[in-house]
């Protein structure tokens, strides 16, 4: 956190200003949902991340370095820095749907659970994308 610099702080305020009033005022519980869909998520969101990283690198020329908290997300020539941040977002918003529909309903949220499989398939997707970089993504 100490060497976070203006853009890492600012990431940091917006994700901790969503996460406020997911907390406080949660989605409601709707009846019929299904588990699977959280595993389902999981792998869309690994798979949506491997192909616009290889679209991207292939067809448009940019860079797949790996991203930091401190880049810009908005930067087109890294687009992983904003699937990064994507990323972190769908995990903060579901924690907090999950966190707060816990509190207020005692129940357990697939909508929350959802956010989160799907943030994490993003984190997930960008771990296998610079590992198929090899050793331009490594020496970043």
Not at 14 to 30: K, R, T
Not at 38 to 57: D, E, N, P, Q, R
Not at 102 to 129: E, P, T
Request: glycine share 8%.
């Amino acid at each position: 956190m100490k060497n976070w610099n203006r853009t890492g702080k600012i990431k940091a305020v917006i994700l901790a200003a969503l996460f406020l009033p997911n907390l406080l005022s949660p989605v409601g519980v709707p009846g019929q949902q299904n588990p699977a869909m959280v595993f389902m998520l999981f792998i869309f969101g690994l798979a949506s991340v491997f192909l616009t990283a290889k679209v991207s690198s292939k067809i448009l020329r940019r860079e797949i370095i790996k991203p930091t908290w401190n880049d810009n997300p908005l930067t087109i020539s890294k687009p992983l820095s904003f699937i990064h941040f994507c990323s972190f977002f769908f995990v903060v918003i579901g924690a907090s749907v999950l966190l707060g529909t816990a509190i207020q309903f005692h129940a357990l949220s697939f909508y929350g659970l959802s956010l989160v499989s799907f943030g994490f398939g993003m984190l997930a997707g960008i771990r296998l994308v610079l590992k198929g970089a090899g050793d331009k993504a490594a020496k970043i």
